[in-house]
């Protein structure tokens, strides 16, 4: 490992004396194939993990995986306290299932999502723009899965309108929060 770089797998396997594969076998919790990694092995390769510090490289798995394990939350404002509170709902829910949320404010979401930024996205509130509305179609021509919290979508179940999921209703932002994941995640595992 060179000075002042991060360690990468191949320094994990080095350290350990160990193949890559086994490395990506050991730290993705897959047996191995035909072949049993014994305890020993594995061992090897936490401790070499723990003493360099390695930490997985998420854009890289990602683009392996065809899957980015992200979720974009899209809040007009966090000053709004309807809007913070399903943020901060929503960043609790969301890696319990799996998932980390990353908190887009603004129009900033739109670049985010549109070049591939996150598996999908919730918003937290109403479309603001044309540019809002045009890139959920996008989006949805895309399949990318999409929710949006609207308190004046109407009351009832969620509802799914030009591609995505609206989660409709004026419940407390914990209820709303886990409402939309639920929408979601079907969405992404469909």
């Known amino acids: 490992m060179r000075h002042g ?64 394990e992200l979720v974009a939350v899209a809040v007009a ?20 299932r799996g998932y980390q949320a990353v908190i887009l404010l603004g129009g900033g979401w739109r670049q985010f999502m549109l070049s591939g930024g996150a598996d999908g996205v919730i918003h937290t509130c109403a479309l603001e723009t044309g540019d809002d509305s045009g890139t959920m179609a996008e989006l949805a021509v895309r399949g990318v899965a999409q929710v949006l919290i609207a308190d004046d979508a109407g009351a009832g179940s969620p509802g799914v309108q030009g591609g995505y999921d609206v989660v409709p209703g004026t419940d407390s932002p914990e209820v709303l929060a886990e409402r939309a994941v639920t929408a979601l995640l079907a969405r992404l595992r469909s």
């Open 5 to 68: 770089s991060k360690p990468t797998i191949r320094d994990v396997a080095e350290t350990a004396g160990v193949s890559l594969t086994t490395v990506s076998y050991v730290l993705s919790g897959r047996s191995g194939g035909t072949t049993r990694i014994s305890q020993a092995t594995q061992d090897r390769v936490h401790s070499a993990v723990r003493d360099l510090g390695y930490v997985a490289n998420r854009a890289a798995r990602g683009m392996r995986r065809g899957r980015t």
């Open 77 to 96: 404002d966090l000053e709004q306290p309807r809007d913070r509170a399903i943020a901060t709902a929503l960043a609790g829910i969301l890696p319990e």
